[in-house]
């Protein structure tokens, strides 16, 4: 089973990117762990970021191309790229799991984070728990049944 895991603007800071809220390590690090969390749970995964909303878009349709499940993490186009939302809709559309991930918990940060336009075509969000968020997420998706 392949999973795209999808980073939008500003996750290639982490480690960097105000630390307090986002914690200590780096993309590649988290690129690394859950490419060994896709191993243990049996999945192949292939982890990316770009701080562009086309890429991100076209990265959805090669997902549903593909017929790839997603975990994604659309940052800060979590509170208002349709475009994002729209593409984002023809994964579960296409039957494929979509599961929103952050690693802060947006609801208890600024207003302007407390609404999500991914979360409506989304098949599960997991957010709050650092990169343990995307840990979760992947074992959702093996867990789906076949
Ligand atoms: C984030 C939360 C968003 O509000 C923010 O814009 C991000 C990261 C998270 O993972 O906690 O860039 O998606």
Do not use: K, M
């Not at 994964?91 to 336009?117: C, D, K, M, Q, W």
């Amino acid at each position: 089973t392949r999973v795209l895991v999808l980073n939008g603007p500003n996750l290639g800071r982490l480690g960097v990117r105000e630390p307090e809220i986002y914690g200590a390590d780096t993309f590649a690090d988290l690129v690394a762990a859950a490419s060994a969390w896709g191993s243990e749970l049996g999945l192949e995964v292939d982890a990316r970021q770009t701080d562009d909303e086309s890429q991100i878009v076209a990265w959805l349709h090669e997902a549903v191309d593909t017929r790839a499940h997603v975990v994604l993490n659309p940052a800060a186009f979590t509170h208002y790229s349709y475009a994002l939302r729209d593409a984002a809709a023809q994964i579960t559309a296409a039957g494929l799991a979509l599961v929103e991930v952050h690693l802060s918990n947006p609801h208890t940060r600024e207003s302007f984070r407390h609404y999500s336009v991914v979360s409506g075509v989304a098949t599960g969000t997991i957010a709050g728990f650092g990169f343990q968020s995307y840990r979760l997420a992947l074992a959702a998706i093996a867990a789906r049944p076949a």
